[in-house]
């Protein structure tokens, strides 16, 4: 199946095209251009570069979220206008799955904690057991404070003597901004990779556990209201209390 694969959920920017197993063009950028300046023109380069014709795609694979609210939705939207347009199925996986995936399967099952900057002390965060290229998640993937999360972790390893044993590896863009953190909760037993395994590279996507979605009714994972919605909700309680919720989906 000849896919094109597409991340924008951090400040790093993939895009790819895969036959089948075989990647076979990709790029990757890691600037503060924007991406809904990048996005179409990589995409039209690597076809060019291949000689390939979007009509030659049968899949469009996206990550779903969460990540930043404007890269979601630039990358997203062009993810399903394009399935749209081409009648061609849409895959999705997690995002916090796409960064879990850079560390390598080993022989036995392992655990791997991918997580991305929120701002302001917080983070989207989740655990996974990984056994092979099965990825349990052992946390609904939350949006809270890192320490407190980093607590969370420690006291549900602490219920689960069977994973104490288990490595325990952090893998995330923004690494070094939590690096302290980590040492101190979990000192010795953290593995902390480099910031480059933080990097989403889409042409590893295809790879991982993907689930087909509708494309007319999907919608990112964003976890948490962006910074406007925020606001709103601070200057309108009352409303944004009998919303319930709903004001993330009724603004796509």
């Known amino acids: 199946m000849k896919t094109l694969a597409i991340d924008t959920s951090t400040q790093a920017l993939s895009v790819a095209l895969r036959d089948g197993d075989q990647v076979v063009a990709e790029t990757t950028t890691n600037t503060k251009i924007k991406h809904s300046t990048q996005l179409l023109p990589l995409i039209d380069s690597m076809f060019k570069l291949i000689g390939w014709q979007p009509i030659d795609l049968e899949g469009i694979v996206v990550t779903e979220g969460p990540g930043s609210y404007t890269g979601l939705r630039i990358g997203v939207t062009a993810a399903k206008t394009m399935a749209n347009t081409l009648n061609i199925p849409l895959f999705t996986l997690p995002t916090l799955m796409a960064l879990a995936g850079n560390v390598q399967a080993t022989s036995g099952p392992t655990l791997i904690v991918p997580f991305i900057d929120a701002r302001r002390k917080t983070a989207f965060a989740t655990v996974y057991l990984r056994e092979g290229n099965r990825f349990t998640p052992l946390f609904t993937t939350s949006h809270g ?47 902390i990779f480099p910031n480059e395994f933080g990097l989403i590279h889409a042409g590893h996507l295809g790879a991982l556990p993907l689930k087909q979605v509708d494309v007319e009714t999907f919608i990112p994972d964003y976890a948490k209201l962006s910074e406007a919605e925020e606001n709103w909700v601070a200057q309108n309680p009352e409303e944004a209390k009998a919303d319930e919720g709903t004001y993330v989906e009724r603004t796509n």
């Open 145 to 191: 404070q890192f320490i407190q999360f980093l607590d969370q972790v420690e006291t549900y390893l602490k219920d689960n003597p069977d994973l104490q044993s288990l490595p325990l590896n952090f893998v995330s863009p923004d690494i070094e901004a939590f690096r302290q953190d980590i040492e101190a909760q979990f000192g010795d037993r953290a593995i």
